[in-house]
């Protein structure tokens, strides 16, 4: 039902910005004319009329949207989840191009190699020094394939915990995003160290005496997820998931049938307001109707506001208050 909503709504958006780049087009040549020659105004009026339709239309069309989003205002769980991996959501390039400025990339682990599905390096924040690293994803099959789907091998969590052993050092607050379906579970990466590395960034991560805010944009699964999540704050975007794996995974070890991943996504609480409620996240960052997807400028606005707040608030701290608040968090997460 939503997929077929959110299909109408991009038919529908394209018709109305196709109409308002004519209806704009229209309106300048109409002044431009008017400028060059005051005899034009016969042909400006009757143009008028012309342009008026398009106001009219693009009215129309924008309220048929407005009540084809009401469904999207209380969506389940699974559908959740849907609009968590849907393929046109803002990943970690586009909110570093939105809400940092002078980011610079740090590349490799400097032990093996470079995993590009962990993206990371130094930005400014509000004018703030502050290392940001995530699970990257693409919104192209291709870009997809270059960055593994988001799952990262050891490489890219040691990498991770390399930036923020570099910011511990140089006291520069840390802001993780997190979108995973999971780590990588082949072959070479359980060779190389998958779960040491996992292990490794949880002990490091829970003793950082800089500011650690982490931001779940999409879906946040299984130790993958934790692996860069170890923080004082815990965010996520209103459609986000986190979970101990995937639904999928989920019914397919309770009931050994992943086709049950929807009933999964009930008894999981793996939505914002549920953890929320439990106390896993402590904030829940507003979305557009039908998905951050729709307006990347509002999720931007919103989150910004939501993680200055934050950041502000936690670097009041002491640098040992800030790790003992760490702990505390998670000890009562249990």
Avoid at 103 to 110: A, P, V
Avoid at 132 to 143: D, N, S, Y
Avoid at 268 to 280: H, I, N, Q, R, S
Wanted: aromatic share 8%.
């Amino acid at each position: 039902m939503l997929e077929k909503v959110l299909k109408s709504v991009e038919k529908l958006d394209k018709k109305i910005s196709a109409l308002e780049k004519k209806a704009a087009g229209e309106t300048a040549e109409l002044v431009n004319s008017a400028i060059e020659c005051d005899e034009v105004l016969e042909e400006i009026e009757e143009d008028y009329e012309a342009w008026e339709y398009h106001g009219t239309e693009i009215d129309r069309l924008k309220q048929l949207r407005d009540y084809l989003l009401q469904d999207c205002s209380k969506l389940t769980p699974d559908e959740k989840v849907f609009l968590a991996r849907h393929p046109k959501r803002p990943h970690i390039d586009d909110f570093i191009e939105g809400l940092f400025t002078d980011f610079f990339e740090q590349k490799g682990d400097h032990l093996f190699d470079e995993d590009r599905s962990i993206y990371g390096g130094i930005a400014r924040f509000h004018g703030i020094p502050v290392t940001v690293l995530g699970h990257r994803k693409g919104h192209t099959m291709e870009e997809n394939m270059a960055y593994n789907f988001g799952m990262p091998c050891p490489e890219g969590y040691r990498k991770a915990l390399r930036l923020m052993n570099q910011a511990e050092k140089f006291r520069r607050p840390i802001i993780t995003f997190i979108d995973t379906p999971g780590a990588y579970p082949g072959l070479e990466a359980e060779e190389h160290g998958q779960g040491e590395a996992i292990a490794t960034n949880l002990a490091k991560m829970s003793q950082f005496h800089v500011p650690i805010i982490a931001v779940v944009t999409g879906e946040g699964n299984s130790g993958g997820a934790l692996a860069i999540g170890v923080a004082n704050r815990i965010l996520m975007l209103e459609n986000a998931v986190y979970s101990i794996l995937s639904p999928e995974g989920f019914a397919s070890i309770l009931w050994k049938d992943a086709d049950r991943h929807k009933e999964a996504c009930e008894l999981m609480k793996l939505t914002a307001d549920d953890l929320l409620k439990a106390g896993v996240a402590d904030g829940v960052v507003k979305e557009p109707l039908g998905g951050a997807q729709r307006d990347y400028s509002e999720v931007f606005k919103n989150l910004d506001e939501v993680l200055w707040s934050n950041l502000k608030e936690l670097m009041t701290l002491s640098p040992a208050g800030c790790k003992n608040e760490r702990q505390m968090k998670y000890r009562k997460i249990g």
